[in-house]
């Protein structure tokens, strides 16, 4: 039962949520039920994307943490933090998570590998990206050896997206081409497969192969399963929206933008608003409409500072810097820029500060302090030794990890082996068989059986001079080749 709860909880797994909303009040009932009743409420709240009455349930839970299993914490924590992440609460999730008295409860490989999963998805979101991939690479190591070791290639994928953010597009869409192989046949990964597919995508537009990501984003929205899964069908008409805007095709991209923008406001999605009005605000500017641009990028501002979204707030603010130099007011957007890079700084962004640093250089120098943009220069050459130092330091500690894991996996795979030994030994090849494929309680309905005793006579004397394991199969043998489901039992 354990096995099924973690795979909801943890994984999102549809079959596993499915059925523990099916078989809810067994789960509940008893004298030591499985899981709490308001905790499959909130499951059910998450699946129907309710996701702020989800935060608000899993609070009042958690409140009285102290009567709780450690496993139930881990559960609601899960739950909480999705929420959190899809709201774009990426502060809130980070301070939760990162508080010893929470990640304490994530115990074993599956529930820890998730701990560390889902802390690195908002390392990503606070554009942490070195810190993200670290806690990546944990999070795959330690599901290979879970319960669930195909839940690596989702992990895999997110990895992939830190590359191509980072400007590895060849990397990424390697790993996104491996992990969409893996995912085409298992309808649990349904949502990953299409996401894989969907970031294939983006990785086709930073190299320039805009006509392809296309393509792929029209072959994704005529599936039958993308518009009921949110996140999915939001995510491939923005970057639609994207892929137009980079075909020059404006007037489409426009339109595909609004529609992003009043969808996501419609279902309360924060997050995807915010991207909405962001690229509304840089189409216009590349239509040279700046008042327009600069009202979209206002907007995107004050709602990310109201819903403490701090990613989008520099990024909005970036827009705006953008706008304002465009309309001669390098002053003005030098200073925001600058606010922007000592705010990336302080975060330790540095991959996106320096970024950053080549347009408040050449800002600050067409504005005529040349002395600053000196500063700047040389304060970004030390960043970018800052972050080379750290590769060669990661790139050691990589290939350790990777011997390590290489390691685990033959110690997993020699003690798989002998255990599929040891069954077969005792038990009959197609129950073991059911064993090593994962099934834990085998029953079998049976409508007729004979059951046969036979004492030999004089056995023991016959077993000094025989081989005894012989001697006595010999008989049972014959009879079983001659009767179908026949299983001989030695006393």
């Not at 958690?62 to 139930?72: F, Q, V, W, Y």
């Amino acid at each position: 039962m354990q096995d099924l709860l973690d795979r909801a909880y943890y994984l999102h797994l549809p079959s596993a949520y499915r059925e523990v909303l099916a078989r809810r009040s067994e789960l509940e009932s008893g004298e030591t039920p499985f899981v709490d009743s308001a905790l499959i409420d909130a499951l059910d709240l998450y699946v129907k994307r309710q996701f702020d009455d989800v935060i608000q349930l899993v609070l009042g839970l958690l409140a009285d943490s102290d009567r709780m299993p450690g496993s139930l914490i881990a559960y609601s924590s899960a739950l909480l933090v999705r929420c959190y992440a899809i709201r774009g609460r990426s502060i809130d999730g980070l301070k939760y998570l990162e508080s010893p008295e929470v990640s304490k409860h994530f115990i074993g490989p599956l529930a820890t590998s998730t701990y560390y999963w889902l802390l690195a998805n908002f390392l990503r979101q606070e554009r942490r990206f070195n810190e993200a991939k670290d806690a990546l690479q944990r999070a795959h190591e330690l599901v290979l050896i879970s319960t669930v070791p195909r839940n690596a290639f989702r992990i895999v994928s997110d990895i992939a997206n830190v590359h191509l953010v980072q400007g590895d597009g060849a990397r990424a869409i390697t790993l996104y081409e491996g992990a969409i192989s893996e995912f085409e046949h298992d309808p649990d990964f349904a949502d990953a497969l299409i996401r894989a597919r969907l970031n294939l995508a983006s990785a086709y537009q930073r190299i320039n192969r805009d006509e392809d990501a296309f393509r792929v984003y029209d072959e994704l929205l005529r599936l039958p399963g993308t518009e009921s899964e949110w996140g999915i069908f939001i995510a491939v008409k923005l970057n639609k929206a994207i892929a137009l805007k980079a075909l020059k095709r404006m007037d489409e991209s426009f339109e595909a933008y609004t529609e992003v923008r009043v969808l996501a406001r419609d279902k309360h999605d924060t997050q995807f608003e915010l991207r909405a009005l962001i690229g509304l605000s840089d189409h216009c500017r590349q239509m040279d409409r700046l008042t327009e641009a600069r009202a979209y990028a206002d907007e995107a501002l004050a709602i990310a500072t109201e819903k403490q979204a701090r990613p989008f707030v520099i990024e909005s603010k970036r827009m705006i810097a953008s706008v304002e130099r465009d309309n001669g007011n390098r002053e003005v957007a030098a200073q925001i820029m600058r606010e922007c890079f000592d705010q990336l700084i302080e975060r330790g962004d540095n991959s996106e500060a320096i970024n950053i640093a080549q347009d408040l250089v050449d800002c600050l120098s067409e504005a005529g302090h040349y002395k600053e943009a000196l500063e700047i220069n040389q304060e970004s050459v030390k960043i970018q030794q800052k972050i080379y130092e750290g590769e060669i330091e990661r790139s050691i500690e990589i290939s350790s990890v990777r011997e390590s894991l290489s390691n685990q996996r033959e110690a997993v795979r020699a003690r798989d082996e002998e255990r599929t030994k040891v069954l077969h030994a005792v038990m009959p090849a197609h129950i073991a068989n059911r064993l090593t494929a994962g099934e834990r309680q085998i029953v079998d309905t049976i409508p007729a059986v004979t059951i046969l005793f036979a004492d030999v006579v004089r056995i023991h004397g016959a077993c000094f001079v025989h081989d005894r394991r012989g001697f006595a199969r010999s008989p049972f043998e014959a009879f079983q080749r001659t009767r179908r489901g026949c299983f001989a039992i030695w006393l």
